[in-house]
Every structure is written in C-alpha cells, then in structure tokens.
Nanobody
Framework: QVQLVESGGGLVQAGGSLRLSCAAS????????MGWFRQAPGKAREFVAA????????YYADSVKGRFTISRDNAKNTVYLQMNNLKPEDTAVYYC?????????????????WGQGTQVTVSS
C-alpha cells in the first residue's frame, strides 16, 4: 500500500503560479511512476503530467506543456507540480497517483493509488 497526501492548492488569479506537493509513504519500493491528474466539475479525469520514479523522464499533456513542471525529491518521497501562467481552464481538483506497472500512462485506470485531491481555482 502507498499513501499519498497532496497539498498546495488554492485560489489564484490568471497568470499566477502555484506549486502542488504530493508526499508518499508506505511501500515506496513499489512505485514506478507518479502522475498528476485533474478533474473539473462535470468533466472526466484527465492526465496532466507524469514522472518516472527512478529516472528523469517526464511527460505532459499538451494543454500544460511549457507552463507546468513535474519534479520529485526522492529523499523526501515527494513529487511536485509547479504550475505557472495559470488559466481559468486549469481550475479543477488535482490528484496525484502512483503507478506500479512499468513506464507511465495517461490513463487514470492504470494507476494504483490516489491522493485525496486538492482544489485549484484560477480566477479571470
């Protein structure tokens, strides 16, 4: 089992920045990749970014590429999502997730453990 705790959400004006954190505990050895997803009201959960736990590879949705950066601190078992130049359409609940399988995936059902989510609201 892996437990995930997210923090860092909030209300920000368009063009502003936020940094989300996701602290992992438990069976850390089973983590292959970690991802960030988001879900806006009435919409499906969508992939935002992913990072391979033991390497440097990162992956982004086209909608956030160039604005968001995913990173990790293995010593703290924590993954971050730096979000810059935020837009109102970025408003959603953001979730971090762990994938035990090889490589990464953009499909939420390929992830095994989920955090509780943190709300990000971007005002225009």
């Amino acid at each position: 089992q892996v437990q995930l705790v997210e923090s860092g959400g909030g209300l920000v004006q368009a063009g502003g920045s936020l940094r989300l954190s996701c602290a992992a505990s438990g069976s850390i050895f089973s983590i292959n990749a970690m991802g960030w997803f988001r879900q806006a009201p009435g919409k499906a959960r969508e992939f935002v970014a992913a990072i391979i736990w033991s390497g440097d590879s990162t992956y982004y949705a086209d909608s956030v590429k160039g604005r968001f950066t995913i990173s990790r601190d293995n010593a703290k078992n924590t993954v971050y999502l730096q979000m810059n130049n935020l837009k109102p359409e970025d408003t959603a609940v953001y979730y971090c997730a762990v994938r035990r399988g090889s490589y990464y995936s953009t499909n939420y059902y390929d992830y095994n453990y989920w955090g509780q989510g943190t709300q990000v609201t971007v005002s225009s």
